[in-house]
């Protein structure tokens, strides 16, 4: 079993950064593909990013790419999510999870933390 525990969101103002984190525990994050969701109130859950194992394969969603940076601390079994350029409609809810394979496809992730919330005010 991992746990998965994000943190980091906050109200910022459009065009602001902010840097998410998700710290596990359990097992160490180095035997998964890492994986960054949101859902906004209202929609569907939808892919943000991910990372392999390593750290050296790296996928965007369009609507993030070039505004969103993931990465991972294997030794700190914490993986990020730094985004710049914040636009009102990133506003959602940030959840990480920890799976098997390198996909943008939810059901394919095995472990998921509860969430931090992320508010762009226009």
């Known amino acids: 079993q991992v746990q998965l525990v994000e943190s980091g969101g906050g109200l910022v103002q459009t065009g602001g950064s902010l840097k998410l984190s998700c710290t596990a525990s359990?097992?160490?994050?180095?035997?998964?593909?890492m994986g960054w969701f949101r859902q906004a109130s209202g929609k569907e859950r939808e892919f943000v990013a991910r990372?392999?194992?390593?750290?050296?394969?790296?996928d965007y969603a369009d609507s993030v790419k070039g505004r969103f940076t993931i990465s991972r601390d294997n030794a700190k079994n914490t993986v990020y999510l730094q985004m710049f350029g914040l636009k009102p409609e990133d506003t959602a809810i940030y959840h990480c999870?920890?799976?098997?394979?390198?996909?943008?496809?939810?059901?394919?992730?095995?472990?998921w933390g509860q969430g931090t919330q992320v508010t762009v005010s226009s």
């Open positions: 999870a920890a799976g098997g394979g390198l996909t943008k496809y939810a059901p394919r992730y095995d472990y």
């Open positions: 359990g097992r160490t994050i180095s035997r998964y593909v």
């Open positions: 990372i392999s194992w390593s750290g050296g394969n790296t």
